[in-house]
C-alpha cells in the first residue's frame, strides 16, 4: 500500500480522542469508516479494495446502535491484515476474520450478518453448511431461499453449529435428542452457539463457552495462577488449529508458525465502546471508558474472585494451591465512577448509576450449578453454597472486564426451559429455537440408567469431561463491547441488553425499577 493511501487512511479513520466532541464530525466520520470497513470486509480476499489497505489503523471507531466501538492493537500499528488471522487457511473460503469481525467487537452480530447474507445472496463464507446451517443434512442451499431457511439461526440469532461427540466415559446417557432441525443424533450433539470475541483475551482463565480449549480433550491446558501466560498462549494456539481445521475445513492443519501468529495477535487486541449516543466519549471527564486503559489493566489468574477466597486451598493438577490474593472487591467496575456526581438528568450520571447497580445491588443466588450444588467440586466450592448473597462481580470478578478470573463454568439457566413453560428459558426468554437434549445419570455400579436426569439445550462442560454435574455449565464472557455483538447469552436467547437484565429478574427474583434497568442497559452499552 503507498504511504500516501495509508495516510489517508489514517486520517480518515483515526480520531484523536483528544480532539474528539460529541458532534456530527464524529457521527460522519464514523459512518464513513463504517462503510469503508464493512466495503473492505464484505470484498473477502479477492475483492475491489484487494491490496489497497494493509492495516487497519488503531483509531478506527465502528458505528453500532448503541455508538461505536474501538479494537486496537496494543503492539502498535494497527491491525496488520498480512496476519493468517486475515486470511482464507482452509478449503471453504473462511478466514478467522470471517466469524470475528472488528466492526462486531471481534465477534459477529446477528444484524451484520444478516446484512451479508442480503448482500452476498447467502454465499459469504460465513454461510457453510459444515457449521453455518441447522443441521448438516435435509438443507437445500440450491436457492436463495433454501440458504436463507438453511442459514436462518445464523442470519437471525448469529448462532454456529458446534457438534460434539459425548465422551465415551461419560457418566450419563443422552437419552433422547429433540432438535427442531433433525440433527437428533445422540452420539454427536449438535449446539447452537455464538461467536465469542477473539479479543480482550489476556483476562481469559478458559477458551471456548465450554472451556474446552483448556482441556484434555483438546490437548490443552487448564489455565491456572502458577502456568499463565504461557497455558493461555498454548490454548489460543490449539484452538486456531481446530478453528481451521474445523470453521475453515482445511485439510491439514496449519503450522506452528501461523497459528503463533494467529494467537499473539490476538492476544495483542483490546476492545471496548468509546463513544455511545447519549453519553458522547466514554473517556472524556475522568472516565476511563474505550479500550485504551485495558492495555495496563493489572490482571492475574483468580485475582479478585469472589469464590476462591471461601476455601482458599483449592485441589489443583499437581497438588493444594491458594490461589490468588483473597482481597474481593464487589467494585468490579469503576471505569465510570467519576461520572457519579453529575446532574441526574445527564445521560453520563446514568452510566455511573448502572455501573454502581451492577457492583453493589445485592443479587440472591441459588440453584446455580457450580455454586449452589453439592457437586460444586473441582476447584470451585467443595460442598457448594446452598444460597449465596451476591451481585453481578459474584460473577463478573475480573476487574473492569467482566469475566471470571479462575476457571468457574456456571449454569444460570440461559439454556435450560423452564419445566412450567418449556419454549422459555429459567429467565423467560424464548429457547423454542434450541434443541432439548435429555440426559440421565448412570448407575455407577450396574452402569444402568437412573431417574436422575436434566433436559436443556447445551450440554456445555458435560459434553467435554463426560461429567453429569456438569451439565448446562458455561463459562462467563468477557463483558467488554457488549454494543458491537448483539445477540446475547451463549445462545444468542437476549436480543436486547434489556432482555439480559430482564433474565437476571426473572431467574433470581431480583426487582429493579424501570429507570434501574435502563441505568444498568446504559452502563453495560458503555462497556
Ligand atoms: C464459522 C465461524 C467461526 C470462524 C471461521 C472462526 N471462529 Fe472463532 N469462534 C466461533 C464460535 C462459534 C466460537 C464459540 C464456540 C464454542 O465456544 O463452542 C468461537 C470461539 C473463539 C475463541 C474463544 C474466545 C473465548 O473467549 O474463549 C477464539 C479465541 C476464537 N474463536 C478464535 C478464532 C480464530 C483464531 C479463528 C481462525 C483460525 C476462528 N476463531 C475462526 C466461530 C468462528
Known amino acids: 500500500m503507498s504511504s500516501l493511501t495509508k495516510r489517508i487512511g489514517q486520517w480518515v479513520c483515526t480520531l484523536n480522542s483528544g480532539g474528539l466532541h460529541r458532534n456530527r464530525a464524529v457521527v460522519l466520520a464514523t459512518l464513513f469508516c463504517a462503510a469503508l470497513l464493512l466495503a473492505v470486509e464484505l470484498s473477502g480476499q479477492q475483492g475491489p479494495f484487494d491490496g489497497l489497505f494493509s492495516f487497519i489503523p488503531n483509531g478506527t471507531l465502528y458505528p453500532n446502535p448503541l455508538g461505536a466501538s474501538r479494537t486496537i492493537n496494543v503492539n502498535g500499528g494497527g491491525l496488520d491484515l498480512a496476519?493468517?488471522?486475515?486470511?482464507?487457511?482452509?478449503?471453504?473460503?473462511?478466514?478467522?476474520?470471517?466469524?470475528?469481525?472488528?466492526?462486531?467487537?471481534?465477534?459477529?452480530?446477528?444484524?451484520?450478518?444478516?446484512?451479508?447474507?442480503?448482500?452476498?445472496?447467502?454465499?459469504?463464507?460465513?454461510f457453510r453448511p459444515v457449521d453455518g446451517t441447522v443441521c448438516d443434512h435435509g438443507v437445500d442451499l440450491t436457492t436463495v431461499a433454501g440458504r436463507a431457511d438453511a442459514y436462518r439461526l445464523l442470519r437471525t440469532r448469529g448462532l454456529i453449529r458446534i457438534a460434539i461427540p459425548v465422551p465415551a466415559n461419560a457418566d450419563y446417557r443422552v437419552v433422547s435428542v429433540e432438535n427442531p432441525y433433525g440433527c437428533n443424533d445422540t452420539a454427536t450433539i449438535a449446539a447452537y452457539r455464538r461467536p465469542l470475541p477473539a479479543t480482550n483475551l489476556r483476562f481469559l482463565t478458559a477458551v471456548m463457552i465450554d472451556g474446552r480449549e483448556s482441556t484434555p480433550l483438546t490437548?490443552?491446558?487448564?489455565?491456572?495462577?502458577?502456568?499463565?501466560?504461557?497455558?493461555?498462549?498454548?490454548?489460543?494456539?490449539?484452538?486456531?488449529?481446530?478453528?481451521?481445521?474445523?470453521?475453515?475445513?482445511?485439510?491439514?492443519?496449519?503450522?506452528?508458525?501461523?497459528?503463533?501468529?494467529?494467537?499473539?495477535?490476538?492476544?495483542?487486541?483490546?476492545?471496548?465502546?468509546?463513544?455511545?449516543?447519549?453519553?458522547?466519549?466514554?473517556?472524556?471527564?475522568?472516565?476511563q471508558g474505550g479500550p485504551q486503559p485495558l492495555v495496563s489493566q493489572p490482571f492475574f489468574v483468580s485475582m479478585n474472585s469472589s469464590i476462591n477466597p471461601l476455601f482458599p486451598q483449592l485441589e489443583q493438577p499437581g497438588g493444594l494451591v491458594t490461589p490468588g490474593d483473597g482481597q474481593f472487591t464487589s467494585d468490579v467496575f469503576t471505569i465510570f465512577q467519576a461520572w457519579a456526581n453529575l446532574p441526574p438528568q445527564d445521560p453520563r450520571a446514568a452510566v455511573a448509576r448502572g455501573e454502581a447497580i451492577f457492583d453493589s445491588k445485592p443479587i440472591h443466588i441459588t440453584g446455580v450449578a457450580g455454586l449452589n450444588d453439592p457437586a460444586s467440586q473441582g476447584g470451585l466450592a467443595p460442598g457448594g453454597v446452598a444460597s449465596l448473597n451476591g451481585t453481578c462481580g459474584t460473577r463478573h470478578d475480573t476487574v473492569n472486564v467482566g469475566d471470571h478470573s479462575y476457571p468457574t463454568p456456571l449454569d444460570i439457566g440461559t439454556g435450560d426451559p423452564d419445566p412450567a413453560n418449556p419454549s422459555v428459558n429459567l429467565g423467560g426468554l424464548d429457547i423454542a429455537y434450541l434443541p432439548r437434549v435429555t440426559v440421565c445419570k448412570l448407575d455407577p455400579a450396574s452402569g444402568a440408567v437412573t431417574a436422575d436426569c436434566k433436559t436443556t439445550s447445551d450440554l456445555g462442560q458435560a459434553l467435554i469431561d463426560g461429567k453429569f454435574d456438569h451439565v448446562g455449565k458455561v463459562k462467563g464472557p468477557v463483558l467488554r463491547g457488549l454494543a458491537a455483538r448483539a445477540p446475547y447469552f451463549h445462545n444468542g436467547s437476549a436480543a436486547t441488553l434489556l432482555d439480559v437484565v430482564r433474565f437476571y429478574e426473572k431467574r433470581f427474583g431480583w426487582t429493579l425499577t424501570p429507570q434501574e434497568e435502563s441505568d444498568l442497559v446504559a452502563f453495560l452499552g458503555s462497556l
Do not use: W
Open 83 to 126: 496476519n493468517p488471522f486475515f486470511q482464507s487457511l482452509g478449503t471453504n473460503g473462511r478466514a478467522c476474520i470471517t466469524c470475528h469481525q472488528p466492526s462486531d467487537g471481534m465477534a459477529v452480530s446477528a444484524a451484520h450478518v444478516e446484512l451479508r447474507f442480503l448482500t452476498s445472496q447467502g454465499t459469504d463464507p460465513i
Open 219 to 287: 490437548g490443552t491446558q487448564t489455565i491456572r495462577y502458577d502456568n499463565s501466560p504461557g497455558s493461555l498462549l498454548a490454548d489460543l494456539k490449539q484452538q486456531a488449529v481446530d478453528a481451521t481445521v474445523g470453521h475453515a475445513q482445511a485439510a491439514v492443519p496449519p503450522s506452528d508458525d501461523v497459528v503463533t501468529r494467529i494467537a499473539n495477535f490476538e492476544l495483542g487486541l483490546a476492545t471496548a465502546q468509546v463513544f455511545d449516543r447519549r453519553a458522547g466519549l466514554l473517556s472524556a471527564g475522568g472516565a
